[in-house]
């Protein structure tokens, strides 16, 4: 008897346990914690090791490793092994030769020190947006790993750090000195304190340069060849993009050639506009560029991030160039920190990766 009551006592401490909020930032954070990432939309990779675990009894594998996932995210310690998971997939592209790169963004790498702590308003946004994505070093430190044990290079596609600090932008210039980068900007390489930071072009054209210096690649516009496909980065990341980007990329894709595309912020297409909207039970916009402006009408939000994100005659014109030209075989973007695979047109796929996610890609 007194078994059979300590048994029922230990399934009701392990239940309740569930439902306990620990801390506020594992059960709000969409980031790196141990909850969201339990019911992260990515089910077959294993939350807890990373490894793919298939079948019945890998799925038996997978549900004692997210519960021990989930007692990691309570007491906020994760096993050593890696704070990413890779996930797989493949370009039909028309390469010279078969080669793979690895896709990742949104990063945050969110730290401070002492050059800083004079300015009193960025140390309170460190201290707490340290708090809503501590691993983004473990990451670059996985993201490197993976690299040079596939030989491959990465594509980044943006938000690599959180906020424009002298730390941050150290720990940037290390990332990509020492790998083989290929990124874009994302809009966090241009906030400063975060919170109060719009998609404002002031603020960008004054923080521009340093951060620009941090990266090996121009990361408003930028063209790489590897093997007979042409990557090509463009910052998008406050929703839109200017004319003279738009310009470039009309020159670029001109010669014909296969093309990736690198972009921060995902370019509309229904199934993932329809991904993004469902994905909180809150009003908010769908963070895409180029959503038809009478679906906007519908947003119900804060009535200036809708116009922010409100495509320009630019922006369309990039949209339209991207969906008629069927030489770009691919868009790699970020920015919305979840995995999903868009399909813009019946024979281009968009990937948006998941912050603590890499997809390798293989290139044909
Ligand atoms: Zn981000
Ligand atoms: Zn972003």
């Not at 990557?231 to 010669?255: K, L, P």
Request: proline fraction near 4%; glycine fraction near 4%.
């Amino acid at each position: 008897m007194k078994k059979k009551i300590s048994l029922l006592l230990s399934v009701i401490v392990l239940l309740s346990s569930c439902f306990i909020p620990a801390s506020a930032d594992v059960i709000t954070s969409n980031h790196n914690d141990g909850i969201s990432r339990m019911f992260n939309d990515r089910p077959d990779f294993c939350l807890y090791c990373g490894e793919l675990h298939t079948g019945t009894s890998g799925a038996f594998v997978r549900f004692f490793h997210d519960v021990a996932y989930f007692f990691c995210g309570i007491v906020g310690k994760y096993p050593e092994n890696g704070r990413m998971w890779f996930s797989y997939d493949t370009v039909d592209a028309g390469a010279d030769e078969p080669f793979c790169f690895i896709h990742a963004g949104d990063t945050h790498v969110s730290l401070i020190d002492e050059r800083d702590y004079g300015d009193a308003r960025l140390v309170d946004t460190a201290e707490k947006r340290f708090d809503y994505c501590p691993y983004d070093l473990r990451c670059l430190d996985d993201l490197s790993f993976k690299a040079n044990e596939i030989g491959a290079f990465i594509v980044h596609t943006g938000d690599l750090i959180d906020f424009v600090s002298q730390k941050n932008l150290d720990i940037a210039k290390e990332f990509t000195a020492n790998n083989d980068v290929f990124a874009c900007a994302g809009n966090h390489e241009y906030h400063v304190y975060i919170w109060d930071d719009g998609d404002d072009v002031a603020r960008r054209e004054s923080v521009e340069q340093k951060v620009q210096e941090s990266f090996t690649n121009d990361i408003r516009f930028s063209v790489r060849i590897e093997h007979g496909v042409k990557f090509i980065a463009v910052d998008n990341s406050f929703h839109t993009v200017e004319q003279w980007q738009v310009d470039r990329f009309r020159e670029e894709i001109a010669d014909g050639m296969p093309v990736i595309l690198a972009l921060h912020v995902p370019v509309y297409a229904p199934d993932i506009f329809e991904f993004q909207m469902n994905k909180y039970d809150y009003p908010h916009p769908a963070w895409l560029m180029a959503v038809p402006e009478e679906i906007m009408a519908e947003y119900n939000y804060e009535p200036q991030w809708i116009e922010e994100q409100k495509a320009n005659e630019a922006t369309n014109e990039f949209y339209n160039l991207i969906i008629n030209s069927p030489n770009i075989k691919a868009i790699v973007t970020g920015h919305d920190h979840a995995h999903f695979v868009s399909q813009v047109t019946p024979t281009l796929k968009q990937y948006m990766v998941a912050t603590d996610e890499g997809q390798i890609f293989a290139v044909r």
